[in-house]
């Protein structure tokens, strides 16, 4: 399976955006999906996740009500909707999948993208 994040940008603190993590592959359809997210000098931190049928999601208590999870199986697509940006949302965004459990570790997902940047300006 081969990720491809994209969606990020430079945004203004209050508005939203909409990564996306495109998959090649027939099984992605039924791996867990996730996304994490690395600001400078931290380590990758969990974002949300969600099981292959998109009926099960889990976040950071830090986006919980802000972002949403979903995906597209038909498009072998997950996306990541972001609404009321804070300057601390700043990070690269990494989506990963693997296996069909409900996963928060990065060690847990076999599969990742390249990441896209995400900056949030106050």
């Known amino acids: 399976v081969q990720l491809q994040a994209s969606g990020g940008g430079l945004v203004q603190a209050g508005v939203s955006l909409r990564l996306s993590c495109a998959a090649s592959?027939?099984?992605?359809?039924?791996?867990?999906v996730a996304w994490f997210r690395q600001a400078p000098g931290l380590e990758r931190e969990f974002v949300a996740r969600?099981?292959?049928?998109?009926?099960?999601?889990r976040y950071a208590d830090s986006v919980k009500g802000r972002f949403t999870i979903s995906r597209d199986n038909a498009e072998n697509t997950v996306y990541l909707q972001m609404s009321s940006l804070k300057p601390e949302d700043t990070a690269v965004y990494f989506c990963?999948?693997?296996?069909?459990?409900?996963?928060?570790?990065?060690?847990?997902?076999?599969?990742w993208g390249q990441g896209t940047l995400v900056t949030v300006s106050s």
């Open positions: 592959g027939c099984a992605f359809s039924s791996y867990t």
């Open positions: 990963a999948a693997g296996g069909s459990g409900y996963y928060t570790l990065p060690q847990e997902y076999a599969y």
């Open positions: 969600i099981n292959w049928s998109g009926s099960n999601t």
